[in-house]
């Protein structure tokens, strides 16, 4: 039950770690109180295992207020800067393909268009081999032109 319960608590925390949740009516208390009493009701518990149950069922997540990064000046998706709203979506990518994207300067490697929020970024091993993961052979592509290059490549 505790392997079960602590992704979805893990993601509520992730979701609301930007606010400020002291004190809240929506805050987990009650839902950890309830699931000990739950778990402490099973025979093979006693409070020290049901404490343990808990503190896996209920991880902890950093708490960071003010953490959102503010659109530079006047900035809008509709300016027609490409480059920075690609730069700013980059961020959101792991380690390799944030790299990937740096070392195209956030254009795709198929299509060569900017890489926007439109669409998620595949990361695309050059040579097939899903266990090389040198960076040059890591390529960052949209996924539609990941969908079609491997549709393509199945096809022949």
Known sequence: KAQKLAPLVRGWRRYHRYCKM?????????????????????????????KQLIEKAFPSVPYSENKHVNVRGNK?????????????????YDGQTSKALKRQNH??????????????????????????????????IHESCHTYFHMGKSAS
């Open 107 to 140: 254009s795709c490697a198929s299509c060569g268009h900017k890489l926007l929020s439109d669409e998620r970024v595949h990361l695309h091993h050059a040579d097939g081999n899903h266990n090389n993961w040198k960076k040059e052979n890591l390529l960052a």
């Open 76 to 92: 809008s998706p509709f300016d027609g800067d490409l480059v920075y709203w690609s730069e700013r979506n980059s961020k959101l």
């Open 22 to 50: 002291d004190g809240a009516k929506h805050s987990l208390w009650h839902i950890s109180h309830r699931a000990w009493k739950v778990f402490n009701q099973e025979k093979k518990q006693d409070r020290y295992s049901t």
